[in-house]
Structure formats: C-alpha cells, structure tokens
C-alpha cells in the first residue's frame, strides 16, 4: 500500500471541514486521480499526503510511514521522497531550466556531475533537453509544467502527487502531459492526480476517487480500455 | 517505500562522501551569494561601506590612544630632575658638584642654572622686573638640571631621584611625573569609552546587516517556499543568506581596514614635520598583523551573527502554503 487515510478529518482554524473522515487507500504502482468540484478537498489530501498540512484526526500514512510521526524537523527528509507537480509550476525565473531541474538533487547533495547526468535525463524524458539552457519564461505554458515535471521526477521518487497538472492546459497539451505520467506510471511509480477535466480522466480510463464535502463519493476502478 | 531513511526514495544516488558534499555546497553557496552581491552593486557597495567606517572609526581612535601610549609612555624616562642646592653654595661648588653627578651612570648630562641666570631669566618671564630690582640679594639658589639616562627604569628614577635629594649640598629635588600619570589615567578612561562606543557599534552593524538580509529574504520569499516545498530543510534555505552576511562583514572590515591605512598614509607627513620640531624619534605605530585579522575577524562575526538573526527569525516563518 502506498497511500492509506484512516478516518482523516481536517478542520480548519475557521471550523470548516475540508476533509471529513476521509478513509481510502493507493496501491503502489497505481495511477490515481482525484475529482470534484473546488472546495471538495483535493487539494487538501494532496496537501496532507506532502505534509504541508497536518490532519486534525486519523491516520495519514504514506509508503508504510505514519504521517503524524514524522517530526517538524523531519519534514524536508520526508518530502523528498515525493514527486510534487503544481497547476503554478513554481519554477524559480532566476535561473535556466536545467537549474531549476536540478534543484532538488542540489537539495540532496547529489554531485555535480551526476546531477548534469540526471537533469538531462529527466529533460529528455519530458522532451525538453534541447531547452535546457532556456529562461523558464520563455517556454509556453506546457513547456514550463513539462519542466514542473522533469523536477518532480529528477530524484526518482516512487509517489509523484500532481495538484491540477492541467488546469492552465488546452486539450491537446494537457493530453501530452498525462501521456508523460502515464510513462512514468509504466516503469512503477504511483501517482496521485488532483483534476477536474472529466472528459481527460475518461479518456486516461484510470482509478478515480470523487470527493465532495471532503468525502469519498465514487470509487471507480482502472478501466484497461485505454491504449 | 521507507521514508525513515530519505537516501531510500532518491536511491541510485550516490553521495560522493559527507565531506566533500558538504564543502562543495558551501563552495558553491558562498560562490553563489557572491555573485548576488554583486548584482546589485550599487546596494551591496552602500552597506560594505557604512560596515566600513562604522568599524574604521573605532579602529582608528584606538590607534591614537595606542599612539598617544606610546609617545607619552617615552616622556616616562625622559623626565629632568631640578636639583635646588642650598642657598650660600658659591658658583665654583656647584660646578663642582655637577661635574661629579655628571659621572654617574645613569645620567644623561646635567647642566648647571646659576643663580644669577635664574633671576634674570625670572625677571624676563615674570614681569616683576622692578619689584625684582628692590631686593638686596637674589634669592633664587643655584640649581642642577639633571637629565637620567634613557636607560632608566622608573624604579632606578626613583633611587636616583632619593640619592641626589640626600646629597648635603642639596635643598629640594623635584620631579614632575604626576602629569603623566594624570595623562595616562585620561588615556585609559577615553579607552574605555572607546571600547564601550566600539560594541555600540557592533551592534549597529550586526542590525545593518539583519536589515538587509531580512529585506533580501522578503525578496526571495516565493523561492525559500518553493525550495522548502521540494524538501529543502531550514539549514539549505538559510545558507546562502549566512553567506551573504559573512561576505558583508568580509568586504566591510577589509574597506575599514584600507580607509584606517590610508588615514595612516595621510598623517604620516605631518607626524614626521612635528617630530622633527621636537628632534624626537616618534613614528606613527601602524595595525599590527594581529590587529589587523582581529579586525577582519570581527567583521566577519558581526555579519555572520547579523545574518543568523535575521534568517533564523524570518526563515521559520515562510513555509510553503
């Protein structure tokens, strides 16, 4: 199991519930998104499964870990395991794509040259090695998120979470992106997708979780009819 | 997935030892944080030199109290003794006498004020002239200015200044080290105040540099919180603003250092003019090496804890939202 929520509630200091008792459960290697309407909680189960917000109640435990035992100090160690893709990118425009690629393997002492190894890998893996040397700014929309991506999986994690990968996309491109994850996916990593394009999920044909009001409503299993 | 160990989930890294990752990163954040100062020259070049003379003024007066030390420390064992013999020794004895002190070892040369000289001299400086005129006998005793040796310590001043004073044909011997003494007291009291000014500074300066790291951190808000969303701890994010404090302390203390030098270059004239009015061997006493990196030292300190102050207030507070 990679992802596990036991009876997860998560109030916020206003008194809203933006999970409540949200029990479910990813397998390892599985590709998974979620649904709903804004305000139905998907972020904030990506936001909990990241450890950027703690759950009121429950249990979150993610990859045999139990989220509630990793201590403050923890955090960076714990949150380098995980993949992170944002609907904002969050890229860093001071410096080129390659940089921005390569963060976090600066982050976790990796070599010069084995992190210039890596990035280019991770580049070529979402077509974008020819830009390497590039601003961020002066890449499309697509371009930049393809960048978001190649960060998220330059030190090889086993869980990438996505928060509305394509929410900035048109069609054509956010396709392009899920071919990208669905790769991914193939060679073993679990993903957890936060979206709302309904007709892009059905075309994916993959597990899918509605929320609405911080509660599971659908569970949908993979359909194989894909290709 | 084990998450107790982080080196589990980026596995096929190899980390290239703990010791030399942790010198490339400093190598290459300190490198980093240079290059940031020096892309907004005109701001860095601002703060390096308030830094600079904030520290330079210091320096520089505990220079002249080092200076002052030195000169006044030289008048010591220059002093000249006055012997005054008693009154009814004729002129021939005195020389005598002065011949006879002249033989010690620790006199320099001892030179003999006739009553007579002293009078007229008297008559010139006082303005009583004529009052002087009514007397019937001059009543100013012959005198002796003995000058010691500059060998002298102050102990063996003090036994030669007890051994002219118990020769019969002397009167009163007079020696007057009280001004020096008084002279030193005031020395170390504008020492103490200089020290004292000295920390109050330090302490602007380490709020110099928590001001501008702390703005450069509100400036870099939106990359510390990505940074950190990707697993970076506080220590990564903090880093490169350590650096850029100890390279504002490294730049300012070097800068104080050249302007007290060159303040030094500029008096060095003048000092030699007045040394030579008063034919004495007095040079200007520069920075010591010691000094020197004390000074660089300080410099340093005073930005990295400046720059701890600010990363460690303000970098807790930016997590990723």
């Not at chain 2, 596995?11 to 030892?17: E, I, L, N, Q």
């Given at each position: 199991m990679m992802i596990q929520l036991d009876d997860v509630t998560k109030r916020f200091p206003g008194g809203?519930?933006?999970?409540?008792?949200l029990t479910l459960s990813i397998d390892k290697g599985d590709m998974v998104f979620v649904t709903g309407h804004?305000?139905?909680g998907k972020s904030t189960l990506l936001r909990l499964i990241a450890l950027i917000e703690r759950p009121t109640s429950g249990q979150v435990i993610v990859g045999g870990q139990n989220?509630?035992?990793?201590?403050r100090r923890k955090i960076p160690a714990y949150r380098r395991q995980i993949g992170m893709v944002f609907q904002d990118h969050k890229?860093?425009?001071?410096?080129p794509v390659s940089e921005n690629v390569a963060l976090p393997l600066v982050i976790a002492g990796v070599s010069h040259r084995e992190a210039a190894r890596r990035v280019r890998a991770a580049l070529d893996q979402v077509g974008l090695l020819h830009k390497e040397?590039?601003?961020?700014?002066?890449?499309?929309a697509g371009e930049q998120q393809r960048v978001g991506i190649a960060r998220a999986i330059v030190t090889r994690p086993k869980l990438l979470i996505a928060d509305e990968?394509?929410?900035?996309?048109?069609p054509d491109l956010s396709l392009e992106v899920m071919r990208i994850f669905r790769r991914f996916n193939e060679v073993g990593v679990t993903l957890l997708i936060a979206s709302h394009d309904l007709a892009l999920i059905d075309r994916m044909g993959c597990s899918r979780i509605e929320l609405a009001d911080g509660k599971l409503v659908v569970e949908e299993e993979e359909d194989h009819a894909w290709q | 997935m084990a998450v107790t160990r982080h080196s589990d989930a980026v596995?096929?890294?190899?980390?290239?030892?703990a010791l030399s990752t942790w010198f490339t990163r400093h190598v290459s954040t300190s490198i980093g944080s240079l290059g940031r100062l020096f892309r907004q020259p005109f701001a860095s070049l601002m703060i390096i030199l308030v830094i600079a003379v904030t520290l330079a003024i210091p320096a520089a007066l505990n220079l002249v109290i080092k200076n002052a030390r030195s000169v006044s420390d030289g008048w010591d064992n220059a002093l000249d003794f006055s012997v005054y013999l008693q009154r009814g020794l004729s002129e021939s004895e005195a020389q005598g006498l002065a011949r006879l002190i002249q033989q010690?070892?620790?006199?320099?040369s001892v030179q003999l004020v006739t009553a007579s000289e002293a009078l007229l001299e008297f008559k010139q400086q006082s303005g009583f002239g004529e009052a002087l005129d009514?007397?019937?006998?001059?009543p100013l005793p012959h005198t002796l200015v003995v000058r010691p040796s500059p060998a002298n310590t102050s102990q063996s001043m003090i036994l030669l200044q007890e051994e002219l004073g118990n020769l019969?044909?002397?009167d009163v011997v007079q020696v007057d080290t009280e001004w020096v003494q008084r002279f030193h007291a005031i020395l170390d009291i504008v020492k103490q105040a200089i020290a004292i000014a000295a920390a109050l500074l330090g302490v602007a300066i380490i709020v110099i540099i928590g001001n501008t790291i702390r703005l450069d951190i509100q400036n870099r808000r939106e990359e510390i919180e990505v940074t950190k969303l990707i697993g970076a701890s506080n220590a990564f994010v903090r880093r490169p603003f350590l650096w850029s404090g100890f390279w504002y302390g490294l730049f300012g203390s070097s800068l104080a250092l050249g302007l007290v030098q060159y303040g030094l270059f500029l008096l060095e004239q003048p000092v030699a003019r007045l040394a030579g009015l008063y034919q004495s061997g007095v040079s200007v006493l520069a920075l010591t090496l010691a000094e020197s990196l004390s000074l660089l030292g300080i410099g340093v300190l005073l930005g990295l804890v400046g720059s701890w102050f600010a990363a460690a207030r303000h970098m807790r507070r930016i997590e990723p939202r």
């Open positions: 809203q519930e933006a999970i409540s008792g804004s305000g139905a989220t509630r035992r990793v201590k890229l860093l425009y001071d410096r040397k590039q601003n961020p700014e002066t890449l499309s990968p394509t929410g900035n996309l048109d | 596995a096929p890294v190899r980390s290239a030892g010690r070892a620790d006199v320099e009514q007397l019937s006998e001059n019969p044909e002397a």
